[in-house]
């Protein structure tokens, strides 16, 4: 009995060596649309790499859009973090229910999911969190329509439960099995609730009960019902015209009491329909990969938090921990640009911009060097003297004009070109201001941007550009209170006058009022990615 307990305890010891062994690589995959970071098997990476692709080419085929090839730095970076509990971990307070989640920025948006888990069938939870926050990220880049709520996270739900069989192709619109309860026994959410603008409640800041069951449901019965084909376009053409989105489905289903009833019919089906994409239409790009040294795979994990966002306070420990890393790897480029971030975020602007000059110098190619340089040049130009500020700002500028060598369509250099007047009270040359408007449409996925950018085309009196510009905003599914006072200002726009420049004290009073709701896209917070983001997981 004792040897047997021996044998046991040795098993026991010799497996949890080998797990951990197994879990001691880093892998960087990379892709046209995606790079993915995760201490796994070659093979996984580079199955969910190329299911990842797949997805995105089945929404560019089923969306009818072809997005142009995202600059190397503007692709999503997803972080393979672990279990559930280390997810929860990275995104600090309030995570309880949190199975992955994203963070959009120009030039540094972040996905965060728990361990690689390739399944022929359903996919896991963690997985389809972020097909469904991908779904978002496509539909905003591949226009800027601003969705009733309803319809965005009924449209994300279906393209979610995606499947990626044996065969090569791609299965779009399977049941959501992870709804289910909210599709059939939740407290009922009728097609009433699901358009009116007020099924979302401000004031508790959750979705009324089912809100996303229903929403898959009815998404997906308009989308098969054949005698309703054509009711969803229909639909939105009445939203474009100016209807609220319970007038323009009074207008394009009819009577709604009679598809309430048809929905309460289909939800109590035993199969529904779905659709594949074969396999010739979702034909993926080459997919590399690259086993990541030493040193990065150490600092990998203090990387994933910088990366997610941290606080000041927050920010002053982990760079402590990743100084012990930089001291064991002094010469891993990769481990020199996560310090450059870790100093940067901590207000170290000197140290930061040590760091980096000592990975560029060793890797010119690091582009969140240059990122981490450049943002802490920014600063120390920001508080310098009035009259070594034309210097200092010229001197900010060079690791951005140095990135836009490395990678020309990279958002942040245009953005920093653009501030680098705005921030010295000088009114912007054409082609900054230019320059800005072109860094949103490389990243029409960051709000922060298209907010800065609706406030330039208020200045020079674009009235109708700016509203365009604030539309997603202030009709963002999650917006809140931020979403209210866009509203606000987009009425104070429609009173008015096309090529008359808003006052000063107005354009004061709109930046007051996005106040801190609106992230930063200058980073600092973690952003910043070297390309070489949230949702909960309730969508």
Known sequence: MIL???????????????????????????????????????????????????????????????????????????????????????????????????VPRAGASRAFVQDIRNKNGYPDFSTIVLLHEYAHHFLISSSRFAMPRWMSEGMAEFFASAGFPKNGGVLIGRPAQHRVY?????????????????????????????????SWLLYHYLYFNPERRGQIDAYVREILSGQSSLDAGEAAFGDLGKLDSELMSYKRRRSFNMLEVPCDLVSIPEISLRRLSEGEGKVMPLRMRSQR?????????????????????????????????????????????????????????????????????????????????????KRAMEPFTALNQIENDHPLPLIYYYRSYAQRGIAPPENARLALENAALLAPFDQSLWFDVALLQMQ????????????????????????????????????????????????????????????????????????????????
Do not use: C
């Not at 004031?203 to 996303?212: E, L, Q």
């Open 182 to 214: 909210e599709i059939s026994q939740a407290s009922r959410t009728d097609v009433w609730d699901l358009l009116r603008q007020g099924s979302f409640d401000a004031r508790r800041k959750r979705s009324s009960p089912g809100f996303y069951g229903r």
């Open 309 to 393: 966002g941290v606080t000041r306070d927050q920010a002053e420990e982990l760079v402590l921990d990743v100084r012990k890393v930089a001291a064991r790897y002094p010469d891993d480029p990769g481990v020199l640009a996560a310090l450059a971030e870790a100093e940067y975020d901590a207000g170290n602007d000197d140290a930061a911009i040590a760091a980096a000059d000592r990975a560029i110098t060793l890797d010119p190619s690091r582009v969140n060097a240059y990122v981490q340089k450049g943002y802490a040049l920014f600063r120390l130009a920001k508080d310098a003297s009035d009259e070594d500020q034309d210097a200092a700002y």
């Open 4 to 102: 047997l307990r021996a044998l046991r305890l040795f098993a026991l010891a010799a497996l949890a060596t080998f797990a951990s062994q197994a879990r001691a690589e880093w892998y960087e995959a990379s892709s046209d649309h995606f790079v993915i970071y995760a201490d796994d098997s070659e093979k996984d990476i580079r199955r969910f790499a190329a299911n990842l692709e797949k997805y995105h080419l089945a929404l560019e085929y089923l969306v009818r859009t072809r997005l142009q090839k995202p600059s190397p730095s503007n692709r999503v970076v997803i972080f393979v973090v672990g279990s559930g509990g280390e997810l929860r971990n990275v995104f600090g307070k309030g995570s309880t229910n949190v199975a992955g989640f994203y």
């Open 460 to 539: 020079e009196g674009k009235i109708e550009l700016a509203r365009n510009a604030l539309q997603p905003l202030a009709f963002d599914p999650h917006g809140g209170s931020k979403g209210a006072r866009m509203r606000e200002l987009m009425d104070l726009l429609e009173k008015a006058p096309e090529g008359k420049p808003i006052t000063a004290s107005v354009l004061a009073s709109a930046r007051q009022a996005a106040g801190g709701d609106l992230e930063d896209t200058t980073g600092g917070d973690g952003a910043g990615g070297d390309g070489s983001d949230g949702s909960d997981g309730s969508g």
